[in-house]
């Protein structure tokens, strides 16, 4: 008794230091052990042996015949089974796979030791015990199916669910590993594991093996197990090799060559300038036979890609301010007018400006910054996509990369009570960019510049208790480094004083971070520094304890997980400058600039655009911490049906920093007193049109120590899980499965709700007051405020720099923008149902038909609160753009209100017509519930590598739908409506092959297995493998216009996509009436197919030497991207691009020596 007491306090101390991370990545070996009439047998011996490392497992049959092996270490296994009287049993051949549960039920005879029975055949590969929906990538394909990226968790792709949703994916990018989207709204949101440790920081990830060191990919879909959480309910965890009793190994060096590569891109012409070497090799060891193992990695590459450039550049004529032969896409003059000649007429709602003479900008209008910078823009080198010069520039730059991987693990099996394993793994990548322009201009900005760094460190301990109770120990450290930085570009400690010698406007916010050359957008072409900058340094850690024990029918499991994440980071926007076409249209109200306007016009003349912006942002320090706890049993109910039960309690604590520089919200009920004392003047026009909707209220709640959190510090959630498994015959199961996940508030990712603000997420949280974002002073009846050599006039909108908490309770007031999480904070919540059928056909073939559902509440988005009503503009017109004297110009003190509303004379009417005028836009994130809905069938069909051959086939066809404004007054109105996305996010239908055939001829193999060595080495040891991906077209989106019909071809061209003649532009100030998508109207469809011829030689024993031929996109296939959906684009209803990430085929060569 004193014994049992004991071991809880203990396990209880444990569970509070050490809390379970979630579904374990060892398998389970399970059965009923029966006399030959089905009767069961309690008290029989059975022993499972790992082949590879010698290391036996022993337990006893329970009273109803049951044995069971939990934690099992993937890998190949035979199983004895003993019993006095009885002849001994044994299963050879047994492949337990990750996370499998593998059903082995032996019938005992009576007899003795010599009658003893073996059984080599392997068991079914059917999940008897499980209504779980995943699928497993095992070693063979894992380390030998082609993968440009040789990034395993990109294998997940042979899930027919699964969709990739990002460009990048190389492993030392920290968005590439969770880019990845597994049905219901997964992506970025996923449960990412290396040997059953997360590796995840926010959305990002930190360590990815190198392929040679994996030895499965599991994909789970649905995991009904209590263990599994902290995700939208996908999961991809990678299980790496460990040592065994025999050394072994591999070294490799692969090659990519341009002189071998198709084009790059069929669209543009370019040639392949991809080259990368890549070498590194594996090695497994006993250090103590049976005893102590190690297993080492390493991987480095040197890859020179491709970065394709494309700009619109001025030409000679252009450059001097002579417009007169620039032609819109119809051939007609481009007529460019001057923006300070509009005239405004609010009654008739029309606008007059004045064409500048013969179609040239005079010299003495010329801003002369705006003169200098174009002296350091390069020539076009090609006509352009028409006779507007739309992209007449075309180039490509080179990116080099230094990538190195490495890892370390060691496994010790102590005694038959305890084992432990303990691993550490290293990422180390710089990257660089080569200026590609002719003049080597400091205008180009590089984007790719980075340092990506990834640390994993873990270890594990399991403890078997007794033959019935297990406890397994767990903790894990990981962290990242993703740095922007091109030090061959910064402007050193001169700054921009080079650009504005006489005028620092920029001071204020100037953040002590490298400084580049100003970043420029004229009419979409980028140029300078890059937009977006980023300094991310983040780590979580992670600890665990499970204890589980079999208690007859039931096999119970309780565990307490914990994880810790924070670090410092900054992800921001980067003051920008921006031109375009409209300023130099003839109107400023909807204009058609496919008619007139030039944006290299509006920069001569400097007259920069509204959404030209300065930014400054600090290093952040976000904290979170997780907390949760789960029971689960899975009930034999007889020896065909288990149920699985199972309850997991999740808690979350608001993202806080240490300083308290965080913010909470704007407290709307508490009354300004300043403005309660002293209203402000409004215009009678915006009295007319508001009544008394005004509401002078406004407090910034900063958090402190009492309020440490950015929202309420909510309940938890509780997470119900059940399932059944139904075995229907030796070769059949039926699964149904429930599962409830509550989405971490770490793993949102919600878009930039304004103007040079980021994304919102844990690792890029807003610090309001710390943070700030002004934007240039707007147009005023189409008359621009701001010109390029001064954006921010010191005496009607100088910069206000960042105070901190120093504005207290008024920070925002004068028209900050400003955004907060809602505070009685609702999580997102996932519920996801899966109904399977299984089967094993002859030849070991697994096909599994499923139909799975998720149905999901509160997804995430953000809701501006302080909005125009635009039905006013539909009635009143352009009134609203007349300008009416500014009622906070000047008004109280720049203390109270200290925003840049207070420096401007007149403003815009529209300006007046929100409830809140003396705040900007007020943008609630994490708004409560909107819904998705997803629904899939699902058929996969695959067969493990036996006899030579193995492969993997899945198809998907499913309808996703979620809750979106249909436009903007159902935005205004806070009004959602379920549309269509199905191919936005997951493709309609999809489609994944894969397969591994080992040609049947010379030694070791079916045929011709006695060959004289030299001709062996001509026929035998050939193999190919290959890949296949298919997606459907993505449906494509349009914006508010005219449409006469179904723009919908039967036979569309790149040239001639859909019915261009069907649309026309948006009139002014009327609503929306054109639908987002149309049925059948989607993009190209996307196909890709990879595939490798090896060779290989027999040196000595069991030392080989391989030769590798790899195609990525064998067939050249061009993947073209979408088409332009803007009516007012030159190239609208073209697809004249290739798809992102795509290249034309590429070739590699590789050697291997394995021992």
């Known amino acids: 008794m004193r014994r049992t007491v004991g071991f809880l306090v203990a396990f209880l101390v444990v569970i509070a230091v050490l809390p379970a991370y979630g579904q374990d990545y060892r398998a389970r070996v399970q059965g009923v052990v029966a006399d030959p009439d089905q009767g069961v047998i309690p008290g029989a011996t059975v022993t499972l042996v790992n082949v590879d490392t010698g290391v036996a497992t022993v337990r006893q049959t329970n ?82 199916l082609p993968r440009f990226d040789r990034n395993p968790f990109k294998l997940a792709l042979l899930d027919p669910a699964a969709v990739n949703t990002r460009t990048e994916m190389n492993p030392y990018h920290s968005w590439a590993a969770n880019s990845i989207e597994l049905g219901g709204g997964t992506s970025l949101k996923n449960d990412l594991k290396v040997d059953g440790s997360p590796i995840g920081v926010g959305h990002k990830a930190t360590y990815t093996p190198s392929p040679d060191a994996v030895q499965e990919v599991t994909i789970l879909q649905n995991s009904v197990d209590a263990e599994s959480g902290h995700s939208a309910g996908g999961v991809v965890s990678i299980t790496m090799k460990s040592g065994t009793n025999q050394w072994q190994g591999s070294t490799f060096f692969s090659g990519r060559y341009p002189e071998l590569n198709a084009l790059n891109d069929r669209t543009t012409g370019d040639e392949s300038k991809s080259r990368n070497t890549m070498f590194g090799g594996v090695l497994g060891h006993p250090i103590v036979q049976n005893r102590v193992f190690h297993f080492a990695s390493y991987e480095q590459w040197r890859p020179h890609d491709q970065l394709t450039i494309v700009r619109t550049m001025p030409t000679a004529r252009e450059r001097a301010g002579d417009f007169s032969q620039s032609y819109n896409p119809d051939g007609s003059l481009r007529v460019i007018y001057d923006p300070w000649s509009t005239v405004l007429n609010p009654e008739t709602d029309t606008v007059t400006r004045t064409p500048f003479p013969g179609n040239r900008v005079p010299a003495d209008r010329m801003d002369p910054l705006a003169q200098r910078l174009m002296e350091s823009l390069w020539e076009p080198n090609r006509p352009g996509d028409d006779i507007s010069g739309l992209n007449n520039y075309q180039a490509t730059a080179t990116r080099i990369t230094d990538y190195k991987n490495f890892s370390n693990r060691v496994d010790w099996n102590i005694n038959d009570k305890w084992r432990v394993y303990g691993r550490f793994s290293r990422i180390h990548t710089i990257v660089e960019t080569l200026n590609p322009t002719p003049n080597d201009s400091p205008a180009f900005g590089p984007r790719d510049m980075s340092t990506r760094h990834a640390l994993s460190v873990s270890g594990d301990a399991l403890w078997t208790v007794n033959d019935r109770t297990l406890v397994n120990l767990h903790g894990d450290y990981h962290s990242l480094v993703d740095d922007y930085g091109a030090p061959g570009f910064d402007l050193g400690s001169a700054g921009w004083s080079e650009f504005w010698p006489n005028n620092a406007w920029y001071e204020a916010f100037e953040t002590g971070f490298p400084v580049y050359h100003p970043r420029i957008n004229i009419g979409g072409s980028h140029f300078g520094q890059t937009g977006v900058f980023w300094y991310q340094h983040p780590n979580a850690t992670t600890f665990s304890a499970k204890l589980s024990q079999q208690r007859g029918a039931h096999y119970w499991k309780v565990g307490f997980e914990t994880r810790r994440s924070g670090g410092e980071t900054l992800v921001t926007g980067t003051n920008g400058l921006f031109f375009n076409a409209a300023t130099t249209a003839d109107t400023f109200i909807n204009p058609d600039t496919r008619q007139s306007g030039h944006p290299y016009a509006s920069f001569l003349l400097g007259a920069l655009a509204s959404d030209s912006v300065a930014v400054s942002k600090p290093v952040k320090r976000p904290r979170t911490e997780f907390y949760a706890g789960f029971i689960q049993d899975d009930i034999k109910l007889s020896q065909r049906l288990t149920l699985n039960l199972g309850l997991r309690y999740e808690f979350e604590t608001p993202w806080h920093d240490p300083d308290y520089n965080m913010s909470r919200f704007l407290d709307l009920s508490q009354p300004i007193p300043e403005m309660q004392a002293n209203p402000p003047d409004i215009p009678e026009a915006a009295r007319a049109l508001m009544g008394d909707a005004y509401a002078f209220n406004g407090a910034w709640v900063f958090t402190d120590s009492e309020n440490p959190g950015m929202w309420d510090t909510p309940k938890g959630a509780f997470m119900p899980r059940a399932g059944l498994a139904l075995r229907i015959n030796d070769k059949t199961a039926l699964r149904a499965g429930y599962a409830r996940y509550v989405v971490p508030t770490e793993y949102n990712f919600s878009p930039s709700p304004f103007s040079g603000f980021e994304a919102l997420n844990f690792l890029e949280p807003p610090y309001l007051g710390f943070d700030a974002t002004q934007s240039v002073a707007p147009p005023l009846e189409g008359v621009p405020q701001a010109r390029l050599s001064d954006p921010f006039p010191a005496d009607s909108n100088p910069l206000i720099p960042p105070l901190g908490k120093d504005n207290g309770r008024s920070l925002g007031l004068g028209g900050d923008n400003l955004v907060w999480y809602q505070q009685d904070l609702e999580p997102e919540v996932n519920d996801r149902i899966n109904i399977s059928l299984q089967r094993e056909l002859p030849g070991r073939v697994v096909t599994d038909i499923t139909y799975f559902a998720n149905f999901g509440h509160n997804v995430p988005y953000t809701r501006n609160i302080n909005q125009m009503d635009p039905r006013l503009s539909y009635e009143h017109g352009s009134e609203l753009d007349a300008t009416v004297p500014n009622p906070f110009y000047q008004y109280l003190t720049p203390e109270t209100f200290p925003g840049p509303l207070r420096n401007q004379e007149t403003i815009a009417l529209s300006e007046l017509l929100r409830t809140y005028p003396q705040y900007g836009g007020l943008y609630v994130a994490y708004s409560p519930g909107r819904r998705s809905r997803y629904h899939a069938l699902q058929l996969s069909v695959r067969r493990a590598h036996l006899n030579g051959y193995s492969f993997l086939f899945g198809y998907n066809y499913n309808r996703e739908r979620t809750e979106e404004f249909f436009d903007s007054v159902a935005n205004y109105l806070d009004e959602l409506t379920f549309q269509d996305i199905g191919g936005l996010r997951s493709p309609r239908h999809r489609l994944s092959a894969a397969g591994i055939y080992e040609l049947p001829f010379g030694r070791d193999r079916a045929y011709l297995a006695n060959l004289h060595p030299a001709l062996d080495a001509l026929v035998g040891a050939w193999q190919v493998a290959g890949a296949f991906y298919f997606n459907s077209g993505q449906y494509l989106r349009f914006g508010p216009a005219l449409v006469d019909g179904d723009p919908t071809l039967g036979n569309p061209t790149p040239d001639r996509w859909f019915d261009t003649s069907k649309f026309q532009q948006q009139p002014d100030y009327t609503p929306r009436t054109n639908p987002l998508q149309y049925p059948g109207l989607t993009g190209p469809v996307y196909w890709t197919m990879d595939g490798t011829l090896t060779k290989q030689f027999r040196l000595r024993g069991d030392t080989r030497v391989e030769f590798k031929l790899a195609a990525y996109n064998v067939t050249n296939r061009l993947n073209r991207a979408n088409p332009v959906t803007n009516v007012l684009n030159a190239n609208f209803g073209r697809t004249l691009r290739q798809l992102g990430g795509s290249t034309g085929r590429q070739l590699e060569l590789g050697l291997k020596i394995l021992f």
Do not use: C, H, W
């Open 63 to 144: 009273d109803t015949g049951r044995y069971l092996f939990d934690y099992v270490e993937p890998g190949l296994y035979l199983l004895t089974v003993e019993l006095d009287g009885f002849a001994p049993f044994t299963r050879e051949n047994i492949r337990v796979q990750s996370r499998g549960d593998v059903t082995v039920d032996a019938v005992l005879s009576p007899g003795g030791i010599q009658e003893s029975v073996t059984v080599t055949e392997a068991p079914a590969a059917v999940q008897f015990n499980t209504s779980s929906t995943m699928l497993s990538v095992d070693t063979k394909m894992a380390n030998e």
